[in-house]
Nanobody, 123 residues
């Protein structure tokens, strides 16, 4: 599965962005998709994940209540709506896919990774 993340940019604190993760695979609807992020000098952090049907989602503690993950299987795209952004949300955001697990925060479960998109939140 080839994944492409897009939608990043520069935004002021309190603002919003919507990231997209688009796949080339016809069987995209069979994959759980997760979003992870990595800031300079920090470990990769789980952000959110959604099941292949879209019926189940999970979120990292730092983004609960502010971020929403959704998917449109017909468009082979997963979205991450990010509201009330904070400077500490600044990172490169990556999307990843796995075909075996439920939405999970363990990055080791994800088999396919896309190139990231930079999100920068200014204070």
């Amino acid at each position: 599965v080839q994944l492409q993340a897009s939608g990043g940019g520069l935004v002021q604190a309190g603002g919003s962005l919507r990231l997209s993760c688009t796949a080339s695979e016809r069987t995209f609807s069979s994959y759980t998709i997760g979003w992870f992020r990595q800031a300079p000098g920090k470990d990769r952090e789980f952000v959110a994940a959604i099941s292949y049907t879209g019926g189940t989602a999970s979120y990292g503690d730092s983004v609960k209540g502010r971020f929403t993950i959704s998917r449109d299987n017909a468009k082979k795209t997963v979205f991450l709506r990010m509201n009330t952004l904070k400077p500490e949300d600044t990172a490169i955001y990556y999307c990843a896919a796995n075909s075996f697990a439920a939405p999970d925060s363990d990055s080791g479960l994800y088999d396919y990774w896309g190139r990231g998109t930079q999100v920068t939140v200014s204070s």
